[in-house]
């Protein structure tokens, strides 16, 4: 069964409105998200993100450590991957995305204060993300110092892939200005 573009389009909205529901939902399969980066010297790596907020052009956001080894990948090569993943609906979305680290120091603290505390340790460690320690207990905390960085990931494109029991859907949307483009790939 062939889907019309408007069908088509409503896709691209249930992937919005699911990564929307996941922002508020723990539990949501796409609240956590796997994002890979790449360096100059074509070093990939992946990690695991929490999804902050979904904007009605599709940008996403996420937190992280502006010491993390993601962020001076980003500073090298500010494309991105993304993959979230609904084992329970059989549903992949893919984005290439680049990244946008939000300059706005206004707007960084209003999301920095909105932080539970207990959450704030994430971003106020005394050693930067990746350091060799030789305990856990070992990572202290600073007070009156953060790293706090939020990012902004602008996919380009989003490729939804759907296991059904007959005709996988693969669909690939495009960003085509304020616009989104989609074609069938084969699954």
Not at 55 to 68: E, I, M, N
Not at 114 to 127: A, F, G, N
Not at 151 to 162: A, D, G, R, S, T
Request: charged share 25%; hydrophobic share 35%; aromatic share 10%.
């Amino acid at each position: 069964m062939l889907l019309t573009y408007s069908n088509l389009m409503n896709i691209l909205d249930s992937i919005k409105n699911d990564l929307r529901k996941a922002i508020g939902k723990p539990k949501h399969r796409f609240r956590y998200f796997s994002m890979a980066t790449c360096g100059l010297h074509g070093h990939i790596r992946q990690r695991i993100l929490v999804l902050r907020d979904v904007a009605d052009d599709f940008t996403l956001t996420a937190y992280t450590d502006s010491r993390s080894k993601k962020m001076m990948h980003i500073r090298e090569n500010s494309e991105v991957s993304l993959l979230f993943f609904n084992s329970s609906k059989f549903i992949q979305v893919t984005m290439t995305a680049n990244v946008r680290v939000e300059k706005d120091e206004e707007t960084v603290l209003e999301l920095w204060n909105r932080i539970k505390p207990r959450s704030r340790k994430d971003y106020i460690t005394e050693l930067p993300p990746g350091t060799i320690i030789q305990d856990p207990s070992e990572v202290g905390h600073q007070e009156n110092i953060h790293y706090f960085t939020v990012l902004k990931l602008v996919p380009e494109k989003i490729e939804y892939v759907k296991l059904q029991k007959i005709n996988h859907l693969r669909i690939l949307f495009s960003r085509n200005g304020d616009s989104w483009d989609s074609c069938y790939l084969v699954p």
